[in-house]
Structure formats: structure tokens, C-alpha cells
């Protein structure tokens, strides 16, 4: 990292990425390898610094050479979204869904979910998926919370709201503390 200038807008993403050489002779049988870990790692890059087209045109790469693996789904699945075409927001629910299969303890997967089939005005799927969130994650009230919400505006849900009836039922009462995380 000696020549990388971290005071400039580069990030140290970007810096690493570009040390990262598929084509020098020292990458040898490991080119492919240095190409995905480039592409991911330019593409969280561009996802940091709000660039989601850029983003995607990585990650895409960086997927397409490592289809399935869960981190790569997820940053896909977030460029896609914070892109904002509808058209791939389908493709999104995919990949988010595909996490969240993988791993129901992966909270950003089932939100992201969330979101998409929001806004894919598919309401009461995503109140669905907010109640997968564990019962032991602290974010468990804030995203039953959610699919309230999206119940009081959109069709109600008899599945949605017993689950999230149980979680009323078991909280205890009184004030909630204010450090509260957010979904």
C-alpha cells in the first residue's frame, strides 16, 4: 500500500483492483482467479462511491465467474437495486433471494428482498419476507414493523399479521431504547 494515495477520492478498493493483473506472467494459472477478485472488488468500489451502473458491469463479471457464491450475489443484487431499472429489479429479487436461501440468518438479503418485491408492488410477498427475519435478530421488531407497514398500505395478510401479532404478544412493555438499529 505504499504508493497507494488514500487522501485522494481513489478508493482502496480501486487501488487494490488495479494491483490486481490477470495478464502479468506472475498470474500464471491463477489469472482467473485475480480477474474475479478485480471485478468484485472494482465493483464494491463503484458500489461505495454510489456508481451502480459502473457497479453493475463488475459485479456482473465478477458473478458470471463465480455464479452462486453468496457475497458476490449480494453485492449484485445491491447494484442492481440502487440502479434503479425496474426492469432488472426481477433479477435482484433473484440474487437477494438466492442469499437469503443460502444463508435466512442474512439479514441485508431478506431487506433487500423486501424492498425489491415492494417495489415491484408485490406488497404482501414482501411482508413475507420480512417476517423470515430470525426471531433472534435484534432487527427481528423493526422488520415486523415493516411489513406492517406495507400491510396498512397495500392488501392485508392473515399470515403476516399473526406473525407479527406473536412478536407483540412476547415483547415486553415500556419504553424501547433509542440506540435501536435500523432495517
Known sequence: FSDCNFSTRE???DWVGGQLDPSSPEAGEFAAVLDN????LLGVSALAAGDADRAVRFLTDAYASGPGEPA????LAVALAAAGDRTRFEEAADL???V???DPTWVAALAGLAWVLAQLDRPVDAARVYTAVPSSHPLRAEALTAACRLMEAGPYDDETARVAGERV???GSGPRAGDDAEL
Open 11 to 13: 478508493p482502496a478498493a
Open 37 to 40: 477478485a478485480r471485478s468484485y
Open 72 to 75: 458476490c450475489a449480494l453485492a
Open 96 to 98: 437477494f433471494e438466492q
Open 100 to 102: 437469503a436461501v443460502t
Open 169 to 171: 404478544r412476547t415483547s
